[in-house]
């Protein structure tokens, strides 16, 4: 073998490594930025005792909804992580919204989910007590106005990392997929308390408070919340859904981690 293809050889083998430490180093540094931001952003609304962070991702129509009804409804400031979105709707949304000083936006520079919340960057940071969802959801017409102190005292009553919402299975609506009320129907078992009406039950990043102090080592470990708690996902609900199959498509071409990805993948085709 010549020189020049030895060295070919040589270098073919190491440039994945490179590469791949390379992403790291650019991923690492994404997160250090993000971590910042949400830092900056927790010390100009320290005010705010408990923060409510909702993640993301080229759905500004969930955004806007959720955002606008905690700020008219309960005036909590909530804190957005985009998770790099790609659809500029969604990028024009948010900064219109933080103009008109309904949210904190902090822009991640990399798509990480919709754990992004839990980086070490952004978690170590945290209150003892903090708030986090998805935006898909539609909240209770009848919350109540403390609503957040009470998920909070939850948590302590019933020894529990997060104290959320239970999602209403609204059976006089159709839904994109039988199975999902199938799957979602074990939720509704095990009741531990009728007031207020309480559910052992995981929980993913559907609304919840989080108590730091709590969590010892399951991340689904809570409850969920009936009653005037109770919350609808609405992208299990066609004609209560926000967005449309144009605006599902661009969702879904750079969506990592949604649970509902496989039912609205089938339902737009």
Same mark, same amino acid.
């Given at each position: ?8 050889? *040589?270098?073919? !083998? ?37 923060? #409510? ?9 969930? #955004? ?6 905690? !700020? ?8 957005? *992580? ?29 798509? %990480? ?46 020894? #529990? ?28 078992? /095990? ?17 919840? @408070? ?5 969590? /010892? ?6 409850? /969920? ?6 919350? @609808?996902?609405?992208?299990? %609900? ?32």
């Amino acid at each position: 073998m010549n020189i020049r293809r030895a060295l070919h050889s *040589i270098a073919s !083998k190491a440039l994945p490594s490179y590469i791949e430490k390379r992403n790291l180093a650019r991923i690492r540094a994404h997160r250090s930025h993000l971590g910042r931001q949400v830092h900056t952003i927790l010390r100009a609304c320290s005010e705010m005792q408990l923060p #409510v962070f909702i993640v993301s991702y080229n759905n500004a129509r969930y #955004v806007e909804n959720i955002a606008l009804r905690l !700020k008219r409804d309960f005036g909590v400031k909530s804190i957005v *992580i985009d998770n790099k979105s790609t659809c500029q709707k969604t990028i024009n949304q948010l900064r219109n919204l933080c103009s008109l000083d309904v949210c904190y936006v902090a822009w991640s520079g990399y798509n %990480f989910g919709h754990l992004v919340g839990f980086l070490d960057e952004v978690y170590n940071i945290l209150p003892t007590f903090f708030a986090y969802t998805d935006p898909d959801l539609e909240l209770s017409a009848t919350l109540p106005k403390d609503f957040l102190r009470q998920l909070s005292l939850m948590t302590t009553n019933f020894d #529990v990392y997060k104290a959320g919402f239970a999602l209403d299975l609204l059976p006089q609506e159709s839904v994109i997929d039988p199975s999902i009320i199938e799957h979602e129907s074990q939720f509704w078992h /095990r009741q531990i308390s009728t007031n207020p009406d309480v559910y052992c039950a995981p929980l993913d990043t559907t609304f919840a @408070v989080y108590n730091k102090t709590l969590y /010892r080592g399951g991340f689904y470990s809570g409850v /969920r919340v009936a009653g005037d708690f109770r919350a @609808v996902h609405l992208p299990w %609900f066609p004609r209560l859904d926000l967005m449309n199959s144009m605006e599902w498509e661009q969702y879904l071409k750079g969506n990592i981690s949604s649970s509902v990805k496989r039912y609205l993948k089938k339902s737009i085709q």
